[in-house]
């Protein structure tokens, strides 16, 4: 895999470059740089940062319950094994965004699915590579615009895990709440209908501030591309068929959530293209000056509430 990584490696010093002079942001610190990784090497690495993310919710179910955290870390690693385990074969690339400061600028990229990718829709590789470089540079360039960011999203992680609860009764009211629900049709749907009211608040947060980061790194990997990659209308496609799930692997997608993320990309970049289209680039860039300049729940699907809130 040694020339594969040496090319993206030059992909992605070449987006950087590229992304940075489009969106008029700049890069801080290292220079970004590529790992390209087999599926074990990137589940690895992102149970790794689930474990530190988790960590202070594993110290207060260690305080409640000091005879059994070995059982509760088991079916908690079984149930996120195995859903790594699917999506280590979905992903092409990743911007970590929990990676310790000497690691600031390293891009995964796991090398089987690209070329699984490349071979299934016959693409030309370095068009393909790329252009995923661009988008994962472009999420490297956000947190670089916005120091701030990666602070305020874990800080809404915290926030969640403090509301995760540790009552067994609560949990089964809570399940019971979303069986009901799901009977009646009352309330919201997928996955929100196993949250608590206040759950649900900090998960519609989330959704608009991660349809903004992946909207906004498909729509530069889109426009970047229409200067710069020949081939970008059969990448497009393909990346379109490949996202075309059915049958059990749908409904696994829904239960998981996986199909949140791709529901990201297209409404997060209709947002900022309209955005763009009407305040241009400086003043979509508002966006990354402080979280009150983020989207709130409800701006992503209505840019002109966010234009007449930050803009004015």
Do not use: C
Not at 170 to 187: P, S, V, Y
Not at 201 to 228: C, D, P, Y
Request: hydrophobic share 40%; glycine share 8%.
């Amino acid at each position: 895999m040694g020339s594969h990584a040496a090319r993206l490696a030059s992909h992605v010093l070449r987006a950087e470059e590229l992304v940075a002079g489009f969106t008029d942001l700049t890069v801080t610190g290292f220079r970004s740089r590529a790992w390209v990784m087999g599926r074990g090497d990137w589940i690895r690495q992102n149970v790794a940062g689930l474990q530190r993310l988790m960590e202070p919710l594993a110290q207060r179910l260690l305080e409640k319950r000091p005879t059994r955290p070995t059982i509760a870390r088991k079916a908690v690693g079984a149930q996120a094994g195995a859903i790594l385990g699917y999506v280590s074969r979905r992903v092409l690339g990743q911007f970590d965004v929990f990676l310790p400061p000497d690691d600031d600028g390293l891009i995964y990229f796991v090398g089987p699915n690209l070329i699984e990718v490349e071979r299934r829709y016959g693409l030309v590789p370095n068009d393909f590579r790329l252009w995923v470089a661009i988008h994962e540079v472009t999420h490297r360039v956000q947190f670089s615009a916005a120091p701030w960011l990666r602070a305020f999203l874990g800080g809404m992680v915290d926030e969640y895990l403090e509301t995760v609860s540790l009552d067994p009764h609560q949990l089964m009211d809570q399940l019971r709440r979303a069986a009901e629900e799901a009977r009646t049709g009352a309330g919201p749907g997928g996955i929100l209908r196993l949250l608590t009211p206040e759950q649900r608040a900090i998960f519609e947060r989330t959704q608009a501030m991660m349809s903004l980061l992946e909207g906004h790194a498909s729509f530069v990997m889109n426009e970047v591309g229409k200067e710069h990659i020949a081939t970008l209308p059969r990448l497009k496609n393909a990346l379109q068929s490949r996202r075309r799930v059915r049958g059990v692997e749908q409904r696994f997608q829904r239960v998981i959530g996986f199909d949140q993320k791709v529901a990201q990309y297209d409404s997060g970049e209709r947002f900022v293209r309209d955005v763009i289209g009407r305040v241009g680039m400086s003043g979509f860039n508002l966006v990354w000056e402080s979280r009150e300049h983020l989207p709130q729940p409800g701006e992503v699907a209505d840019p002109d509430r966010w234009i007449a809130r930050v803009t004015r």
